[in-house]
């Protein structure tokens, strides 16, 4: 396929955003405009980008798609596009994500509307970049991009302590990319090329990858969250609006898993199986102590933002176990994870458009008085729980299985994980939907919406799919996850 693709992908929302910004008139015609622009730019790019699906060879362990221009020749620096198998479904996840957050943003966002989906396109274009750059120089730019939209979206339209969280936000990932920044220089200084397809075919010396995992590690630890580098997000989450939380919980996060995969462990793998016994860990720890905070939460958004730093450990347990089933997991686990979360923050923001508070105990008897709600919020819940028969179980599943291989004593503690983790979510359930509706306003609350079933549709659908065929997602990244795998392996029979 000659046409460029990925460029295209990433040019599209940034038109729709330039479209925006040159509408005039009354301030209700713009913001009417800005919406319909914003939503039919998404669903064009949604839709461009499953031609990655529909044009992708699964037995293909290289990266596909790729574009190839001089960038900086006397640096020799390159504009290098390209996706693997495991990137093309956060390519696919971030635009219907982003389809979502306008969607349900559509009656909530009455303010400057026009900026604001202004930032949701840039912030588009800036997730499609990450995924889709093969080249170091590049995937920064993009990966820094990410984070001004963010910036504003959560500092302008989120909550009372909104310049707070926003700034936290900001800070804690400018932190982790600074030290990202000097790893990336290093290893252009050794190497001579950012290129990732040329990176890969070299091999660091130990005592260079102990220092470059320490510096990745440390960028992508605090953008999955890690824990204990994991303060920021509950902040973020509860202030965010309905949007910034989808597309933060949804996307942003996995940059963190992704980054693991292709830095630390396909261009850094001896360092990395140096350090997995501690990652695994942290990971165990993460798992146990926030599935620990979450269930003592009172706040829905908290709870699920705790929930968020619980489910990325266990992909980090499965990724830093060095095994197929271990890998294969992981990224079952952040696909899942990307549906539900994303799933989870769009029913509590259809709540708390209804009643404006997040308050568990101030709601109460919504099986009776909505019941279409209740039961999707219920699957989502049996999702994120990892109910057989939903996405959430195949992932844990396998991510336990190898990390069992790996570090058996480790797997025990993170298993108790799974348990509290059915304890903070049937907690949450039983405390919005049984019992008695705790005032009046509650009693009046409406069922779903048209557009909000409309949001919910497609999730539902993939969130069972994913659980029944769990194959139709994780063949396309098969041979990627080998390829993945390779430098391990060999420099262990080394």
């Keep these: ?151 504003f979206i959560i500092g302008i339209w989120g909550g009372a302590r909104r310049i707070y969280s926003s700034y936290k936000f900001f800070l804690y990932t400018m932190l982790g990319s600074l030290f990202m920044l000097l790893a990336m220089l290093t290893i252009y200084v050794q190497l001579g090329s950012t290129e990732l397809t040329t990176l890969f075919g070299h091999h660091l010396p130990m005592s260079i990858q102990v220092w470059l995992f320490a510096a990745f590690f440390l960028s992508f630890a605090i953008k999955s969250p890690m824990w204990p580098v994991h303060t920021w997000l509950p902040d973020a989450h509860v202030e965010a609006p309905t949007a910034g939380s989808v597309i933060l919980a949804g996307i942003l996060l996995k940059m963190g898993g992704y980054g693991f995969m ?66 294969d997991g992981a990224m079952l686990v952040m696909l899942s994870h990307t549906i539900v979360s994303a799933a989870l923050f769009l029913c509590i923001g259809v709540m708390y458009d209804r009643l404006h508070t997040r308050e568990i105990s101030a709601y109460g008897g919504l099986a009776s008085i909505m019941p279409n709600f209740a039961v999707v919020v219920m699957i989502f819940t049996m999702a994120s729980v990892g109910l057989p028969g939903t996405s959430g179980f195949v992932g844990e599943f396998l991510s336990m299985l190898g990390a069992w291989q790996a570090a058996p004593t480790i797997t025990l503690f993170a298993a108790i994980g799974v348990i509290l983790g059915a304890a903070y979510m049937l907690k949450l359930y039983r405390g919005l939907f049984f019992g008695v509706p705790a005032t009046q306003d509650v009693r009046r609350m409406r069922d779903l919406t048209v557009r909000e079933m409309i949001v919910f549709a497609p999730l539902l659908v993939l969130v069972i799919w994913m659980g029944v065929h769990p194959t139709s997602f994780s063949h396309i990244y098969q041979a990627n996850i080998t390829a993945i795998l390779n430098p391990v392996s060999t420099g262990a029979a080394q």
């Design 1 to 151: 396929m000659n046409f460029p693709i990925l460029s295209v992908l990433t040019i599209l929302p940034l038109l729709g955003a330039a479209f925006i910004a040159t509408l005039r008139g009354s301030e209700a015609v713009v913001a009417k405009n800005a919406r319909w622009t914003a939503l039919w730019t998404t669903l064009v790019t949604f839709a461009v980008s499953l031609l990655l699906v529909t044009n992708f060879d699964a037995s293909n362990s290289g990266f596909q798609f790729v574009e190839r221009f001089v960038w900086f020749a006397p640096a020799n620096i390159y504009y290098v596009r390209g996706i693997d198998g495991i990137a093309l479904w956060f390519v696919l996840a971030s635009s219907l994500l982003t389809l979502a957050a306008i969607l349900c943003s559509w009656k909530s966002i009455e303010t400057r509307v026009p900026m604001y989906h202004m930032a949701l396109m840039v912030l588009l274009t800036m997730m499609i970049g990450v995924f889709s750059s093969l080249d170091l120089i590049l995937l920064f730019v993009f990966f820094e991009g990410v984070l001004l939209p963010m910036f």
């Design 262 to 327: 292709r830095f630390c462990i396909q261009l850094l793998p001896e360092a990395s199986q140096l350090f997995a016994p501690l990652v695994m860990i942290l990971s165990a720890v993460a798992i146990i102590y926030t599935s620990l905070v979450a269930l003592a939460q009172s706040d829905m958004k908290k709870m699920i933002a705790y929930s968020s730093v619980a489910h990325m450990g266990f992909v980090t347990l499965g990724l830093f176990s060095f095994t197929h089933q271990g890998l």
